[in-house]
């Protein structure tokens, strides 16, 4: 069964800091989408970053990139220069091609000022 | 442009009552689903439409839940009898899926149901 891990319910971080969320997944397929979506406490949910397993290359947005590790099954989001707004939940999600995606059980990120 | 939007954010009822939630997507997408949101879980997909088209409603409880998506736009998803357990987030999400393109989902802010 495909399954998404994320081993750390909650994280806090200085802000300005850098702060790793971790994320692993179970599948047994070559082609597929991960993503990181955060969820603010207004529980819009918005996505902030995707990589296609495909491409060796990290991606990156602005403050927030990931670690992408396929022969590991893992994607680590990596934030940057923490602010406050950065507070939320974050979800890791996996989406075969062409099938639904499939979301972890969050991680709870507390900003410290 | 608007974003998704969901109506009503927020519901209570008592068990065995009907309800029902609305979600308009946004403008010119033809993927639309349905997510429920358990405390503390991630989301999990109830249903998928393309345009008017159910492709995805295996994890839809069939017996007290219904959805439809007429015109393929707007759509309603509706619980009958509703359940103490079914106290939940409510997500609706629409994305522009084409073949062999990765499309993102964009999400509504949700309906929050409590049922008594």
């Known amino acids: 069964a495909q399954t998404v891990t994320q081993s750390q319910p909650e994280m806090s971080v200085q802000e300005a800091e850098t702060v790793t969320l971790s994320c692993t997944y179970d599948t047994s397929e070559s082609d597929y989408y991960l993503f990181w979506y955060k969820q603010p406490p207004s529980r819009q949910m918005i996505l902030v970053i995707r990589?296609?397993?495909?491409?060796?290359q990290n991606a990156t947005e602005n403050r927030f990139s990931v670690n992408f590790q396929k022969a590991a099954k893992s994607f680590s989001l990596k934030i940057s220069d923490s602010q406050l707004g950065d507070a939320a939940m974050y979800f890791c999600a996996y989406r075969p091609r062409d099938d639904k995606i499939i979301f972890g059980k969050g991680t709870r990120l507390h900003i410290l000022p | 442009e608007a974003g998704v939007v969901q109506s009503p954010r927020y519901k209570i009822i008592e068990k065995k009552q009907p309800v029902a939630f609305w979600c308009n997507p946004i403008?010119?997408?033809?993927?639309l689903y349905w997510y429920l949101q358990n405390l503390g879980q991630g989301p999990e997909l109830l249903i998928r439409y393309e345009n008017e088209e159910a492709v995805d409603d295996s994890q839809l409880p069939k017996d007290r839940f219904s959805a439809e998506r007429l015109k393929g736009v707007d759509s309603t998803l509706k619980i009958q009898p509703a359940e103490l357990g079914d106290s939940a987030v409510y997500l609706c999400?629409?994305?522009?899926?084409?073949?062999?393109?990765?499309?993102?989902?964009?999400f509504g802010p949700g309906t929050r149901l409590l049922v008594l």
């Open positions: 999400a629409s994305s522009l899926r084409t073949s062999g393109a990765q499309e993102t989902q964009y």
């Open positions: 403008s010119g997408h033809n993927t």
């Open positions: 990589q296609e397993a495909y491409k060796q």
